[in-house]
């Protein structure tokens, strides 16, 4: 097994993480005001990830994108990875791929201190990706554990299409599931909550 393989069901029976599912978590998170350059970025990119309608079109238009401007305006105080081989334990099958991940470091050559986990929903299907996100959140919480990072206690999540994104929070072991989804027709919104995962550990 791998964190692909990973459902909510087999998440909570392996681990035994909580789930709790509240509408609006992270409703009260502020809008970031939008860079015009990156608005025009998403204007041309959107309707094309659209037309193309593949997941690396999505990955690579919208996804990558939106996690480039957090790092910009963050100052590049924190790092991000896409399709990293984050292998934590594989006899609990914490091993795999992660489609991108955002680390509370500067480092990009080498991963310290993930506090975000971000996995992109396959056949845009976000809820059944979201025991793969959660794995990603556990591997990351023993990471920074078996670092002694003890400040990066609290681990975030996210399963995006790309134009919708479902946010998520983990506190000891419980995991907190957003009900509500965020479009990219607000992309103020949904790096607000982003820098906001980010701030909380940085």
Known sequence: MSYKDFDLKTVTQQFGVRLFEQEGLFASVPCT???????????????????????KA??????????????KILKHHISFFSGIDFNVDKEKSLNGFCDFIISASSEQLLLNSPIIAIVEAKNENII???????????????????????????????????????????????????????????????????????AYNG
């Open 33 to 55: 005001s939008i860079n015009p350059l990156f608005q025009e970025i998403l204007h041309e990119n959107v309707p094309l990830a659209r037309a193309i309608n593949t997941e």
């Open 58 to 71: 999505r990955s690579e238009l919208i996804i990558a994108n939106v996690l480039v401007e957090v790092r």
């Open 128 to 198: 059944a990706e979201l025991g793969t996100c959660i794995a990603e959140m556990v591997a990351a919480k023993l990471f920074n554990k078996s670092e002694g990072d003890a400040d990066f206690s609290r681990i975030y999540g996210a399963v995006t299409t790309g134009t919708a994104w479902r946010f998520l929070k983990m506190e000891e072991w419980n995991v907190f599931i957003d009900l509500d989804e965020y479009f990219i027709e607000e992309p103020g919104k949904i790096l607000g909550i982003l820098l906001a995962m980010a």
